[in-house]
């Protein structure tokens, strides 16, 4: 199938003006090559300038939450508005079936009207002074302010709803932000951005209160990192660069999602059926790029040959080509290092003794769905973060075991169990150490108003619009004393 990109050139947004840099950067579609777009490379000077306008927006905005619930309603307005277009534009330089781009638009349009919602909703409490011996009955209340600049930075995978994810809350909050994209996907951002701009002017808000950079991820975040201006990173990317930022941020408030090893167990009482068909969509949707899919099964010996074979039938039912093509499931991995490393990966894996069932062929970006039995916790598809479409199946003989394996990484981001036994998706529950347990279901679920957010070296803090608001808030204790006449 044949589509033709539109090509966008597109510009920087820094203290309400869209402007450019001396240096630009072509964006890729990862599918074929082509360049479907370029964005600025935005210098040291310019972050800073975002940085600035981002901090004198929050002194000078005076929105009301009731506005900023509108500010954030009307972009999702724009963006519906504008849903297939945007849908487009994310598979014409992230490379994911257009399928599965317009779920990540509808995602997004979700999550800015929760995010607006949530503006409304940021209640202090009432503190009973008298409850500590010697205390009189002293009115006091907690009250939520915010933060002040949030700098948010995303990764490729999901470049329109992990930058929502951030933005969102942050402005929910009364806050301003400082967007930046993934250096090979920052076109669907800055549309946001767009949106965000236009709403915020119908508002007649401050000039930076959002602002949107591109270009080198070091430039821009060793400026978040050395700015005072900045109070809060949020950050979704790998773990080395999430420990690097958390090593230098100093004070500033840091939220960090990072990768993850995740597992998902199958016992010898689920419907085995039901189970492989989420597996295998846990696994390979966005071509295995998410950072909690299905990266272990971990399965009873006793149904291993009958589960590997239903999970063979739902990976050979995937199609591979065309993003574009709405009959595809599979199409590219964004760039050739990410399928170096897959293709590494898979080799290794076989050569250490695992069984190839089906898939294992490549070419380029493309990966086919590729299920290996055999696997053992010492071969690199078990232990490394494949970020691709593998499906390694680990044989347990007891629980134990199967929790063992589980916690058998350096990553916590979440796991799944499928299984009909109460006690056992407790115990599932009390011993995995992750941050989310997900009984009946893959690791790869996500809601977008729920907690989420790993353990180790999956990250610190949550996302999600409730738990993100009140991460870019401070909170304030004010007390009522008596007074002169007391």
């Known amino acids: 199938m044949s589509v ?30 082509d360049v479907v777009g370029s964005v600025p490379v935005a210098s040291e000077s310019q972050v800073r300038r975002a940085v600035e306008a981002a901090a004198r927006a929050v002194e000078q905005s005076e929105l009301s939450a009731y506005e900023r619930y509108e500010l954030l309603y009307r972009t999702a307005e724009l963006l519906e508005s504008e849903a297939e277009e945007v849908a487009q534009l994310m598979t014409a330089e ?43 009955r002293t009115h006091a209340f907690t009250q939520r302010e915010p933060i002040g600049v949030v700098a948010a930075i995303t990764p490729f995978n999901f470049p329109l709803n992990l930058m ?55 430039t821009v975040g060793d400026v978040f990192l050395e700015s005072d201006a ?18 230098n941020s100093g004070m500033k408030d840091i939220t960090l999602e990072l990768g993850g090893n995740d597992p998902t167990i199958v016992w010898d009482d689920a419907n085995v059926d039901a189970a492989a ?32 074979d239903a999970i063979v039938d739902h990976a050979e039912s995937l199609t591979l080509g065309d993003p574009f093509d709405e009959e595809t499931d599979i199409a590219a991995l964004i760039d050739d290092g990410a399928a170096e490393k897959v293709q590494r990966i898979y080799e290794e894996t076989v ?38 479409p593998l499906v390694p199946v680990i044989s347990v003989s007891d629980f134990d075991e199967a929790i063992e394996e589980a916690n058998n990484t350096e990553y916590g981001l979440e796991a ?13 529950a009390n011993e995995i150490d992750a941050g989310g347990v997900n009984v009946n279901t893959v690791s790869g679920f996500r809601a977008d108003h729920m907690p989420y957010g790993g353990f180790k070296d ?15 808030t401070r909170q304030k204790l004010v007390g009522f004393h008596g007074g002169k006449n007391a």
């Open 416 to 428: 799944g169990l499928f299984t009909q036994d109460m006690d056992r998706a407790k115990r599932a």
């Open 4 to 33: 033709e990109i539109e090509l966008h050139h597109e510009e920087m947004l820094v203290d309400g003006e869209w402007i450019d840099a001396d240096d630009r950067a072509d964006v890729i579609h990862p599918y074929n090559g």
């Open 230 to 247: 900045v109070e809060a990173i949020s950050f979704t990317g790998s773990t080395g660069v999430g420990k690097y930022i958390a090593n």
């Open 351 to 388: 050569e250490a003794g695992a069984t190839v069932e089906c898939g294992g062929k490549y070419d380029g970006r493309t990966f086919e769905p590729t299920v290996l039995s055999g696997v053992t916790p010492d071969m690199p598809a078990a232990n490394e973060e494949v970020f691709g």
């Open 94 to 136: 992230q490379g994911k079936p257009i399928t599965e781009a317009r779920g990540e638009v509808d995602r997004a349009v979700q999550t800015l009207r929760l995010s607006g919602e949530e503006a409304k909703r940021l209640f202090g409490e009432y503190v009973p002074m008298d409850a500590q011996r010697g205390f009189d």
């Open 164 to 218: 929502v994810h951030k933005v969102g809350p942050a402005l929910a909050a009364g806050n301003a932000v400082v967007g930046k994209p993934a250096t090979n996907t920052p076109l669907v951002s800055i549309k946001l951005f767009g949106y965000l701009d236009r709403a915020a002017r119908e508002l007649d808000a401050p000039d930076g209160l959002v602002n949107v950079v591109t270009g080198s991820g070091s």
């Open 458 to 472: 999956s990250g610190v803090g949550k996302e999600g619009i409730k738990y993100a608001v009140e991460h870019f």
């Open 277 to 308: 068909e989420q597996l295998v969509g846990g696994a390979c949707s966005n071509a295995g790029q998410v950072c909690n899919s299905v990266e272990r099964v971990l399965v009873h010996e006793s149904i291993e040959d009958e589960l590997v």
